[in-house]
């Protein structure tokens, strides 16, 4: 094998993942009625989109622990579906440990297949040149100190990540120095992206730098617009494809579309400060209140309409809030 397909063999595992069953068989079904799926590596919950004469719908699909996927639809007439499990798949947390066992048979099986390989033959050989790897956990310290400091969520991500490379462990607690060394380094990320796309990188290792740095940059603060455009940048220095990079980003943060529909049902504009936003958010509030829907005594539909509507702009302002940082 090659330096970058040892290196990065169970990491990929591990960071790409794949979805459960039932929630495979949810997304089929959408997707074959014209839904479009935004998120691809969740393994438990995915969004789905799809355009309608009132504007876009949206559809939230999560697992359940007895393996049931339930499908939540937006807007006052979206339904709620279920899909159940089949007898021949198993329940999500034993099949998370299948799948994690598999994994470990995998590594085994390679470290025995490396034992007889040739590429081992030679006592004198030196270890290989980590250099690569060593920019990629630099790329990861410069992220993690975006907002200014590097906090424990950052560290448990960082050193899940080492821990699972195929490296010895003189070189994971190099690799874990060298993220300590350049979060204070006046090296900018863009630098290390330049010298990280003179190896030639795969594809394969773009992917899971970029997914790892969304996974950094969503910690904290969350994923700023500033952190984004840093990431997309990294991601132009190193050639990510831009569909591969649109489909890392909608794993992270809400499309651009999504954004518009919960600035829309706050009545209120990207442009609009947090004071101005929090203002309509109230005011929409206290219009579909159900106190005031019984009050006034409006029939059955509309209050159910107003429970709706009140769900929504709830559910629009928290994500506003998130995507702005905003303070309560």
């Not at 049931?68 to 709620?80: H, K, L, P, W």
């Not at 010895?168 to 060298?178: I, L, M, N, T």
């Not at 209120?268 to 947090?274: C, K, L, P, Q």
């Amino acid at each position: 094998m090659g330096f970058w397909t040892d290196l990065f063999k169970e990491v990929l595992v591990l960071f790409l993942k794949e979805k459960y069953p039932v929630l495979e068989t949810a997304i089929s079904f959408y997707e074959n009625n014209g839904w479009i799926c935004n998120t691809s590596n969740e393994q438990f919950k995915a969004t789905l989109m799809k355009a309608g004469l009132l504007g876009e719908k949206y559809v939230k699909l999560h697992t359940a622990a007895d393996g049931t996927v339930i499908a939540e639809e937006s807007g006052f007439f979206g339904e709620t579906r279920e899909f159940k499990r089949p007898s021949s798949v198993p329940l999500p947390n034993i099949w998370l440990r299948e799948i994690e066992k598999n994994s470990e048979r995998r590594e085994e099986n390679t470290q025995n297949e490396s034992n007889y390989s040739d590429d081992w033959s030679d006592e004198n050989e030196e270890e290989d040149d980590i250099t690569p790897l060593l920019l990629f956990i630099k790329m990861s310290a410069k992220i993690s100190k975006h907002d200014g400091v590097v906090l424990k969520e950052h560290i448990e991500v960082i050193s899940y990540f080492i821990d699972n490379l195929d490296l010895s462990d003189d070189q994971k607690k190099e690799a874990k120095r060298e993220f300590n060394t350049a979060k204070n380094s006046s090296i900018s990320i863009l630098d290390y992206a330049k010298e990280f796309r003179s190896y030639n990188p795969p594809e394969e290792a773009s992917t899971l730098l970029i997914n790892l740095l969304f996974e950094l940059a969503s910690k904290g603060r969350g994923l700023t617009k500033e952190k984004e455009k840093v990431i997309r940048d990294v991601s132009k220095i190193i050639n990510l494809s831009e569909r591969v990079y649109t489909d890392l980003k909608s794993q992270y943060i809400e499309n651009e579309d999504e954004i518009r529909r919960y600035y829309s049902i706050l009545e209120s504009n990207e442009g609009d400060s947090d004071e101005v936003i929090k203002k309509n958010y109230k005011r929409l509030i206290l219009e579909y209140h159900p106190d005031k829907i019984h009050k006034h005594k409006l029939p059955p539909d509309y209050e159910k309409f107003a429970n709706q509507k009140v769900k929504e702009i709830t559910e629009a302002y928290e994500k506003i809030k998130a995507i702005r940082n905003m303070k309560d």
